[in-house]
């Protein structure tokens, strides 16, 4: 445990440095938020400093080390310098510390919360950890980019990895080691998130509460209120389970069972997922770290809408800020670029109306040149990147309305409720033709959702789950989770609102009665599910070791790696890829383990999610064929053409191997092929390129 605290200080520390040397630049576009753009320098600053590294270590100019990262951080300080020099933007005197050390507090308090509720069951096993750790030490392994694909070997990995690059480099710079490092970095975007959710929430409060006792007591609960919404509440899906237990107590019904990821695939063909079942369950998927640049672009939005900046041109910066979070976007997660990219572009559009009538072609030119700059930025990662889909489908059926009710239907409620109370401020706004006036911005969020609500009612976009049970999984899960962050953001200050109003007339308390009902039913979700993912009675073991299942369940195999891990570690730092040999692997199996938590290529890991990565199985089958051939076939020259077409340095004849192929497994002819660098009972690892063998013989 005092291991977890160290690696947890550093990344509190770290964290705190990088949010203040990005201050200067954060500040420039987002000074008009109440603490001048702290929060928003950490997110901006880890990404910017990881862009910048992601782009010199693709174009050659600089090999993927700590080293790089350290002189990119060095020009990064260098230029929010210069920027703090020529806008004098950032004065030291003139800093509200206290707002400072509370963002920080606040920034821990999250940090620790998370840590707590992982250290009961952090086992980098199951679901699609393995994904999202290979990525990561494939990184730690690589001077180079592209990044390779550990499950395709020989290939470049077709799949969003930028958001893994964003950890890399993280990590690197707090010095935590990849398996705790893997559950502090899902503790850290909780973390960076929750601070940026409370401050949108606290500032979106005072914007819109404009009276003299809009305290700050009152924008902070408002702030605190956001988090809930946004981070931890859950659907009306726990009212199945509230009716259930009301028959088990009153009506002799049998005990109800309530699983947490019900609430998550209950809409036919779809998945659904809300943040706070990302934060316990999801990891590092790409919606995950979708939230970093989710948070961004809403806030750059709040910013459009309460600025004084009129024209939609060049001379505008929040076109660039905007076309900087929408490339950044389309490498953390492509689905992204079009909620964020509707609600940026639907933002100018109404705070820029009259620019825009006024030069028609000016404005499209400017929108080209986001277009192009946007997918510019993208380049590096872009142009090795084929998207695997084919197209839009029509939805034959739409989501039945109670289920759908049962989803949306908290946040619909609320809203309703809130526009019920304030009609005339609502009518009054648009009869004036004052659109832009912040007082409609909660009409506009509600509107942009039911938008994108309609939308995945009837359209969703084919890939290679288009055939099967959840056809529009990806369509679904992939934007509604930016909707959910939109509307959570919201709600907390629009339900402070609703509590501090004097209320005169029945419906007024009948709307406080609605919210408590609703934050009620919403608060039981994060209660059921930590109880039921992390529960408190399970062994408290903190976040390092994360391995300690392998170790347990498959020991034999767990030496294997050991041994491993230590030729990888005394190799030199620009060559310590090495390709192995290991049974091919079934998704969410127990296969794969040594390609994973090396970071070492093998000719085929897990089937199914390589299917969807390539986008097909054209070109799966023979690599399958090949690696049950290798395992299974009685020809030695077939076996060495195999080595030596994968260019495989350690061939693995482990519990995997033993499992999956059985009596076939063919191990004197393949521990024939080479030299024993490691045996033990169950495995035998064997070194059969030379420069393996040569390691082994140092």
């Not at 070997?153 to 990849?178: A, D, M, Q, R």
């Not at 100018?348 to 997918?375: A, D, E, G, W």
Request: charged share 15%; aromatic share 20%; glycine share 8%.
């Amino acid at each position: 445990m005092i291991l977890d605290i160290v690696y947890l200080g550093s990344l509190f520390f770290v964290n705190f440095i990088v949010g203040l040397i990005s201050w200067p630049i954060s500040n420039l576009f987002f000074r008009k938020l109440s603490d001048n753009g702290y929060s928003l320098s950490h997110i901006f600053g880890w990404i910017a400093i990881s862009y910048i590294a992601f782009f010199l270590v693709s174009l050659k100019i600089l090999p993927n080390t700590l080293f790089s990262i350290l002189l990119i951080v060095v020009f990064w300080l260098f230029i929010n310098l210069l920027i703090k020099e020529k806008f004098n933007n950032i004065k030291i005197s003139e800093i509200n510390w206290h707002q400072v050390a509370f963002i920080q507090i606040l920034f821990l308090l999250l940090i620790g919360f998370l840590y707590w509720v992982r250290g009961h069951g952090s086992e980098i096993y199951q679901i699609e950890r393995f994904m999202d750790f290979g990525f990561i030490q494939s990184l730690f392994n690589t001077n180079e980019l592209p990044l390779y694909d550990i499950w395709f070997g020989g290939e470049i990995l077709n799949y969003y990895y930028f958001g893994h690059y964003i950890g890399y480099v993280v990590l690197s710079l707090t010095f935590i080691p990849t398996v705790p490092g893997f559950f502090v970095l899902i503790i850290w975007i909780f973390g960076i998130v929750g601070i940026n959710v409370y401050r949108f929430g606290f500032d979106l409060f005072k914007y819109l509460y404009k009276k003299s006792s809009a305290s700050n007591l009152k924008a902070g609960l408002a702030g605190v209120g956001s988090i809930f919404f946004v981070m931890f509440a859950g659907s009306f899906h726990t009212l199945i389970w509230l009716y259930s237990y009301f028959q088990y107590l009153f009506l002799n019904y049998s005990k109800p069972s309530y699983w947490y990821a019900d609430p998550t695939r209950f809409i036919p063909g779809a998945i659904h997922e809300m943040p706070f079942y990302g934060f316990l369950v999801s990891d590092l998927h790409p919606q995950v770290w979708g939230l970093l640049t989710g948070i961004f672009g809403v806030s750059i939005c709040i910013h459009i809408w309460i600025d004084r900046v009129r024209n939609f041109d060049l001379k505008n910066k929040y076109v660039y800020i905007s076309c900087f979070v929408l490339g950044i976007s389309y490498m953390l997660n492509s689905w992204d670029v079009v909620t964020i990219g509707a609600l940026l572009v639907s933002s100018m559009i109404i705070r820029y109306r009259k620019s825009i009538r006024k030069n028609v072609l000016k404005s499209l030119l400017t929108l080209i040149f986001m277009i192009i700059f946007s997918y510019g930025l993208t380049l590096p990662w872009s142009i090795f990147f084929k998207a695997p889909i084919s197209g839009f489908g029509i939805v034959k059926k739409i989501s039945p309305v109670l289920k759908w009710l049962a989803l949306w239907g908290p946040f619909l409620l609320l809203f309703i409720v809130y526009f019920l109370n304030y009609p005339k401020i609502v009518y009054k706004y648009i009869k004036e033709g004052k659109l832009s006036n912040i007082k409609l911005f909660p009409l506009f969020i509600f509107l942009l959702s039911l938008f994108f609500w309609i939308f995945m009612e009837i359209f969703y976009v084919k890939d290679i789950l288009t055939e099967g049970e959840h056809f529009r999984a990806n369509t679904y899960n992939k934007i509604s989770i930016q909707i959910w962050l939109w509307m959570g953001l919201t709600l907390g200050p629009l339900a402070i609102i609703l509590i501090v109003k004097k209320y005169k007339k029945i419906w007024g308390y009948l709307s406080i009665i609605i919210l408590w009902f609703v934050t009620v039913v919403q608060v039981l979700y994060p209660i059921k599910a930590v109880e039921q993912a992390y529960p408190p009675s399970k062994e408290f073991i903190g976040i390092s070791r994360g391995l300690d299942w392998w170790k347990n369940k498959y020991p034999e195999d767990f030496e294997g790696y050991l041994y491993l891990k230590q030729v990888r570690h005394k190799l030199p730092s620009d060559d310590k890829v090495r390709h192995i040999m290991e049974a091919e692997g079934d998704s969410f199996k127990d296969n794969n383990f040594f390609s994973t938590f090396l970071g070492w290529p093998t000719p085929l890991g897990w089937y199914g999610h390589e299917w969807t990565w390539q986008g097909s199985d054209e070109n799966l089958g023979s690599r399958k064929e090949d690696v049950r051939q290798f395992f299974t076939g009685l020809e030695m020259d077939k076996k060495v053409e195999l080595l030596n077409n994968y260019e495989i340095d350690y061939i693995i004849l482990g519990q995997s191997e033993r499992t999956r192929y059985g009596d076939l497994l063919q191990i004197d002819k393949i521990t024939d092929l080479g030299e024993v660098v490691f045996s033990n009972e169950e495995i035998r690892i064997i070194a059969y390129s030379k420069r393996a063998q040569a390691f082994n013989n140092r």
